[in-house]
């Protein structure tokens, strides 16, 4: 796997249902960013976690990180007709240029109404 | 604030032909950079800027040329398109010049759908 792959490519869910998406990447890193993008649009920031985190909660995200595992995931709770979107995970390679971010190729959720 | 602006929103090119995608940002961010996001290859990292007067290659920088003559601007060059160079660019910033590797948020801007013909 290249660094930072998500899992499922692609996800279809019901409003209401939770939604998990995992990231894996190969080298340490020194944090793990997950932005959303809406289709035709930019990529919006939603939550970081550093690598001596093991979780974080924002609104109804919940982000988990297993450095031991080189893993996080990403999961979104009673999701919404409006939460449509790709997701990615990027990672700061530990060591790495503190000037690049490595993207995944992201997690198509779809929500249905 | 407009936050990051690119300009154009859809632009069409013959091969061989150059252009300029123009990237603005309002918020007073040290770092800029310039990403192409490309079906099943995720963004990948073309050039960026921690400051006026410095910029640095990424992963993916050939055929591309970057300046930064002011803080707010960080124009991307395409010397002579190839189809290659089909793709959606992406400008993004970041406030502190530490890059966003160290955790500070980037903010992106709408993208420029770029074909080249």
């Known amino acids: 796997s290249q660094q930072g792959e998500e899992d499922p490519q692609a996800l279809s869910i019901q409003e209401g249902e939770n939604a998990t998406m995992n990231c894996s990447y190969k080298?340490?890193?020194?944090?793990l960013q997950w932005y959303r993008q809406n289709s035709g649009r930019g990529l919006v920031h939603l939550i970081l976690?550093?690598?001596?985190?093991r979780e974080k909660h924002s609104g109804r995200l919940r982000v988990t990180l297993d450095t031991s595992k080189k893993s996080s995931s990403l999961l979104i709770t009673a999701s919404r007709a409006a939460d449509t979107a790709s997701y990615f995970c990027a990672t700061a390679i530990s060591g790495g240029s503190n000037y690049k971010l490595t993207f995944g190729k992201g997690t198509l959720l779809t929500v249905n109404p | 604030n407009a936050g990051v602006t690119q300009t154009p929103k859809f632009q069409v090119l013959k091969t061989g032909q150059s252009m300029t995608l123009q990237c603005a940002q309002d918020m007073n961010h040290e770092y800029m950079s310039w990403y192409r996001q490309d079906p099943g290859m995720g963004l990948r990292l073309i050039h960026y800027?921690?400051?006026?007067?410095?910029?640095d290659q990424g992963e993916v920088p050939n055929g591309y040329n970057v300046s930064r003559s002011t803080t707010e601007d960080f124009p991307l060059r395409l010397l002579s398109a190839a189809p290659s160079q089909t793709s959606v660019y992406f400008c993004?910033?970041?406030?502190?010049?530490?890059?966003?590797?160290?955790?500070?948020?980037?903010?992106f801007g709408e993208g420029s759908w770029l074909t080249v013909v």
């Open positions: 080298t340490s890193i020194n944090n």
């Open positions: 800027s921690v400051g006026a007067g410095i910029t």
């Open positions: 976690i550093r690598s001596n985190e």
């Open positions: 993004a910033s970041s406030y502190s010049n530490q890059g966003p590797g160290t955790g500070n948020t980037i903010y």
